[in-house]
């Protein structure tokens, strides 16, 4: 994956932002919202392609598309710093396969210590019943 590549395919917007910043925030266009439509994407394989929409679809648009935006700073260079950096940890994270758990048989310990506590419960059970008097 070549992040260079990455960024010249993202499309930005930039619009007004609401939150701090007086009247300086009506009339700039901080927010900077962040477009990439990973179907078209050149800089990644069919296989990563599929991963990332495995991984994260709850985060796409119908189209494939992954919008994300920033109005952090009242900056628009910043916040564009900032959603780049956002998005390609964001790649990053849903492109990693996580590992395959390797089963493994429990200790001899654990299964004593399991079996204690059962004991040790049942006895609690037993001891609350009603004494019999035959």
């Given amino acids: 994956m070549n992040t260079e590549n990455l960024i010249k395919e993202l499309n930005f917007k930039a619009i007004r932002s ?7 925030v009506n009339k700039v266009s901080s927010k900077i919202v962040l477009f990439f439509d990973i179907s078209k ?3 990644l394989s069919e296989e990563e ?3 990332l ?3 994260i679809h709850t985060k796409l648009t119908k189209e494939n598309i992954l919008i994300l ?6 900056s ?4 564009k710093q900032i959603v780049i950096q956002r998005f390609l940890d964001f ?4 492109i990693t396969r996580p590992k395959k758990r390797k089963a493994t048989k429990p ?3 654990s299964i004593k210590k399991r079996l204690d506590s059962k004991k040790k419960h049942q006895l609690k059970k037993v001891n609350r019943k009603k004494p019999n008097l035959d």
Avoid: P, W
């Fill in 76 to 79: 628009q260079h910043r916040n």
């Fill in 41 to 43: 994407s050149q800089s």
């Fill in 91 to 94: 790649i990053a994270v849903g």
């Fill in 18 to 24: 609401g939150g701090a910043g007086g009247q300086h």
């Fill in 107 to 109: 200790s001899k310990t």
């Fill in 69 to 74: 935006n920033c109005d952090e700073s009242r």
């Fill in 53 to 55: 929409i495995q991984n």
């Fill in 49 to 51: 392609k599929e991963i």
